[in-house]
């Protein structure tokens, strides 16, 4: 798809609005040589003006937004602040002001920044597992905010499905998880995410750096995809696929 003039704010909207709910959506950037970093690691490094555009509607039409404590401490997130442009679509469609910040961790290890409260900006869950101790457990309780909370949704691991139970009952059923790779690998092999959004840039960076999914390969494909969207922003493709369980029909 392809617009004579770039596209309004309501067109991307209208564009990338959830089919039903709940709905579990991720959003990755990867070159044409499959990377999913520039060199320093960071996904910020090889993204453009229109995968920002995009970035910015997926996560206006989120009420939470998944990222794992690696992703975190890499890209440099802060609690999320919705743009003032997409207030009034918020509010009209009964989301909260600013998307929730949900991070993934067995550790507990995450950056001061994050954990700071401040005006303006979302609430922070922290999904973890019967893995962090609870001595550290204790701890991080008492450095977050009010309204902040730590939800443990596995044993050894965090559990995609218990996550996202937990996500759903706290009134969040639109979730937008933007990785990384590795907890992406882990929640499309649950079969969890019901859809992807890809921008394609057109570079070709060489060297090693991981793909949009990490993790050991196996025989099988985790998913199959089918085409939703292709539109043309300046340079970039931005794909949708609906996933599918390989052995769906």
């Not at 890499?74 to 002001?97: A, C, I, K, M």
Request: net charge negative; proline share 9%.
């Amino acid at each position: 798809m392809q617009f004579a003039h770039p596209p309004a704010d309501e067109d991307l909207l209208a564009l990338y609005a959830a089919p039903s709910t709940p709905w579990t959506r991720a959003n990755m950037v990867t070159t044409l040589d499959g990377r999913a970093t520039g060199a320093d690691g960071r996904s910020g490094s090889i993204n453009s003006e229109a995968d920002k555009r995009v970035f910015s509607v997926l996560r206006a039409l989120a009420s939470v937004v998944v990222v794992g404590a690696g992703t975190v401490r890499s890209e440099g997130y802060r609690r999320l602040r919705g743009p003032e442009r997409f207030r009034e679509h918020r509010r009209r469609t009964g989301l909260p002001e600013h998307p929730v910040l949900a991070v993934v961790t067995s550790t507990g290890d995450l950056p001061e920044r994050l954990l700071e409260p401040a005006a303006g900006r979302g609430r922070l869950v922290v999904l973890t597992s019967g893995r962090m101790p609870t001595a550290r457990r204790e701890l991080l309780a008492d450095d977050l905010a009010p309204g902040d909370e730590i939800v443990v949704c596995g044993d050894e691991e965090v559990d995609p499905r218990r996550a996202l139970a937990a996500l759903h009952e706290r009134g969040l059923p639109h979730v937008l998880t933007e990785g990384g790779p590795t907890l992406l690998a882990h929640w499309v092999a649950a079969g969890v995410v019901d859809e992807l959004c890809l921008t394609v840039r057109p570079l070709l960076l060489g060297g090693r750096g991981p793909r949009i999914l990490e993790g050991p390969a196996g025989d099988a494909p985790l998913a199959t995809a089918e085409p939703l969207l292709v539109l043309e922003l300046g340079h970039d493709l931005m794909l949708r696929y609906r996933l599918h369980p390989p052995d769906a029909p």
